[in-house]
Each structure stands twice: as C-alpha cells, then as structure tokens.
C-alpha cells in the first residue's frame, strides 16, 4: 500500500482512503471470475469449476456481489460531492455468459439496487460464443444490457484449438447475428492475431467472418504470451514459436486496411468502430481519465486519483465482503506525476490523441523528435499517431516518457 501527504476525507478499514469524484464520467465494472474452461494463453482472474471446488460459486459471489456494491455507495455516499450517474457499466471476465440471461440480470439490478443509472447509460457485457443463445440474447436486452462483446479471436480452425477456445468457428458469427436479431445495436467481436500457426489466409477468413457479423465494433490484439501460462509455458519448451514482430506488424496493417474499407475506423490503437455512438464508452472513460468502480475478486477501481484493488481469490473476496468494509487488498494515492504518466500512455494511443500543452519541457522535445520522424503529426494542440506510429505506440511512449 502507497499513501501520500494529502488529506483523507474518509477512512476505511484497514486504512482505505477515499477521496471525492473527479470530473470526468463514472463507470461501474463487474468482474465474473468464472470459465468452464482455460484458455491457455489467458492470465485473468478466472476459475474453472474444479479450481474452485467447494470454495466458491457464482452464488456465492452474486451475494458478496451486492454486499461490495452495497458497501461501495454508502462510502460514496459520504463524500462532499454526490454520486454521478452511472455513464456506463461492463460485466468483463472470465466468462459472464456462464452466469445465464437470468444470472446476468440478477447483477444487473444489483448494481441498480445501490447506483442510478444515467438513462442514456452503456451497458455491456462479455460473453462467450459457445455460452449464447438467442433466448440469452433476448433476456439481457430485457434485462437492459445495451451492448454485447464477444470473445471470436480466430475464424480457423487450427488457430482456436492452439488458443484452447471450445467454440466452432463459426459460432461467434453466429453469436454476433443472434444478439442483432434480439435487439442489440451495439457488438463487438475480440480477435487475436499473431498465433502460433495462423497464416495470412487465417487473418483474412478471421476479417471476411467479422465483416459478414455486421458488428459495429471489433478490438483486435495481438498475441501477449504472459508469463505462467500454458502458452508460455508451449513456447520456452520450443512446441510453439513465439509470435513475430515484423508478422505482428503486417497483421495490423492488414487489419487495419480491412476494417478501414468497411467503414470501421480506428479510434484506439486496438479498437474500430462505426462512427463515434459505436465506441465503448466505458474503456473510453479508462483512458481518458474518468472515474470508476470496479466490484468483483481482483477488480481495480479508480475515484479521484486514488486507486485500489481486491482481493483476488473468490473465496477470499466473499469472505472479506461477509467481514464488513470494501474487499480492498490495498490502495495507492497516485502523485501528480504518476496520473501525468498514466495519461500520457492512455490518451497517445486514441485518435483522439495526446493533449500537448500537457506535455512537460523535455516531453515537448521528445514530441518534436516523434513527429519528425513520422511517427505522430500535430493537429491542433493534439499529438495524434500516423498509421507508422500505431505500430509503435510503445515506444512513442518511452520516447515521450524518458
Ligand atoms: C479476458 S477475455 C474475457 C472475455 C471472454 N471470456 C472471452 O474469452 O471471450 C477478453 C479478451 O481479452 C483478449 N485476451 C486475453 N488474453 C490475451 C492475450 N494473452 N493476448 C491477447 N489477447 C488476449 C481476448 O481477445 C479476449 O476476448
Ligand atoms: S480468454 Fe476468456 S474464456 Fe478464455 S480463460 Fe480467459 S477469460 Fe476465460
């Protein structure tokens, strides 16, 4: 736990300091820690049943669920400014399908039960394409969810059995038409590019599929290998290639080209979408500075400047919950220069881009450089990334930070 020199307005136990709303739009995000499977590439907080045995279960959270949310809104209820509208809600996971129609609406008014929503309010949720149906489909839009995402990664077959995903190729097409038929206008297909195997032919069936969806939205991401994984694990003893740069790269601009041509733009480096009304606003208020609440094991949040998350083992998080005081396993107040760093790597990597006056002297040099070299261009007082330079974010970032 990090803590500074301003001064708490509120004090939880163990020691959690609160501190008012910031200015930008409130967020609630709900982490379902549940897979029926693992993907071996996947480093999120999610279990599979048998990882859990007896310790916890999607009951189990749903009550200690609504006993954070509950806790949650009277703190925020203490502090000088009064809670904001929820702008926007997004149940993430592991696997918030698994929970059903009904179990999804069940979260739903537990989070209406403590907030009140903003009556233009996005709310999405994740979902997994083998964990659908039309009838789901139906009820969360029942239920007032108005945005759905949905994990496809791959068209080919031979890329989803190396990724460990249990769906059928066509499925999450399928999933995409279905949540359109009942009713969303908002969808999202996940891809993953870069797997060990897939071929330029692969990414251009994964694009023909996304595009025939008639989704609005598509995030697309390269392959991490994070560390402790399966997949991980596949590479170092030499079973699988890790992915390649140059490859990653041209996959990008692939994508990029594609969806471009379909009238899906760019508006994050790993983010299209049809016009403004089809971006995620929720992920749009993490990178440009909002507020948020984040409930569930492992969730972060992030209220003026402080930041804290929870405990991480379901068992762990209900039982802390049951104890009374927010599931927090520890906290930090971010100093002026930690938001400034934040800001800097979130916002360079939107459309939107960089504000430049609030760049610091040296950063301002490092700016000059990025642009000269063709990896930004400045458009009003904005920093905002070429095409070559979506290719690099990352370093732009260390450039502009160092
Ligand atoms: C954590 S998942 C949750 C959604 C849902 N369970 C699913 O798998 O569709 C959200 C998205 O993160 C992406 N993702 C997770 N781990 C990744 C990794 N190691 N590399 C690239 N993308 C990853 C996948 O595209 C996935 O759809
Ligand atoms: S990628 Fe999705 S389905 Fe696979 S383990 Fe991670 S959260 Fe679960």
Known sequence: ???????????????????????????????????????????????????????????????????????????FAALPTATPEVATIFVGGGTPSLLGGDGLADVLDSVRANFTFAVDAEVTTESNPESTSPQFFERIRAAGFTRVSLGMQSAAQHVLKVLDRTHTPGRAVAAAKEARAAGFEHVNLDLIYGTPGERDSDLDASLDAVLSAGVDHVSAYSLIVEDGTALARRVRRGELPAPDDDVLAARYERIDARLGAAGLTWYEVSNWAAGDSARCRHNLGYWDGGDWLGAGPGAHSHVGGVRWWNVKHPARYADTVARGGLPAAGWEILTADEQHTERVMLTVRLRTGLPLNELAPTESAAATRIIADGLAVRSGDRLILTDRGRLLADGVVRDLLT
């Not at 803590?3 to 409130?26: K, N, Q, W, Y």
């Not at 820690?33 to 009951?59: M, V």
């Open 1 to 75: 736990m990090v803590s500074s020199a301003a001064a708490p307005i509120e004090t939880e136990t163990p020691a959690l300091v609160l501190r008012d709303f910031g200015d930008g739009p409130f967020g609630i995000y709900i982490h379902v820690p549940f897979c029926a499977t693992r993907c071996g590439y996947c480093d999120f907080n999610t279990y599979t049943a048998g990882e859990l045995g007896t310790s916890a279960s999607p009951q189990s959270w749903l009550e200690a669920l609504r006993g954070e949310l509950a806790t949650a809104a009277e703190r």
